[in-house]
Nanobody
Framework: QVQLVESGGGLVQAGGSLRLSCAAS????????KGWYRQAPGKQRELVAG???????NYADSVKGRFTIFRDNAKNTVYLQMNSLKVEDTAVYYC???????????WGQGTQVTVSS
């Protein structure tokens, strides 16, 4: 079993910052942490920031220059530092990992980020 637990969401004013954390536990040997997605009401889930096992990183155009993804392998944790937050960043943010042995995705329960104007 693999568990992904997100934390760090909350309510912040536009221009503020938040740091999200995603801690993996369980059979972590079988997963690669892939990154962060978000889903706003009435919209599809979208990739925010991805990170490969080799350290390659990509960002959605809408967050480039404002968000930073990084990880602490010793803690089995991936972070998303979000600066200069905008109202349109409001969404539930999900951590994603993939199984290295079978075609399966793992998701956390999500953490709500609300940015007020």
């Amino acid at each position: 079993q693999v568990q992904l637990v997100e934390s760090g969401g909350g309510l912040v004013q536009a221009g503020g910052s938040l740091r999200l954390s995603c801690a993996a536990s369980g059979s972590i040997f079988r997963i690669n942490m892939k990154g962060w997605y978000r889903q706003a009401p009435g919209k599809q889930r979208e990739l925010v920031a991805g990170i490969t096992s080799g350290g390659n990183i990509n960002y959605a155009d809408s967050v480039k220059g404002r968000f930073t993804i990084f990880r602490d392998n010793a803690k089995n944790t991936v972070y998303l530092q979000m600066n200069s937050l905008k109202v349109e960043d409001t969404a539930v943010y999900y951590c994603n990992a993939v199984d290295r042995f079978v075609p399966r995705d793992y998701w956390g329960q999500g953490t709500q980020v609300t940015v007020s104007s």
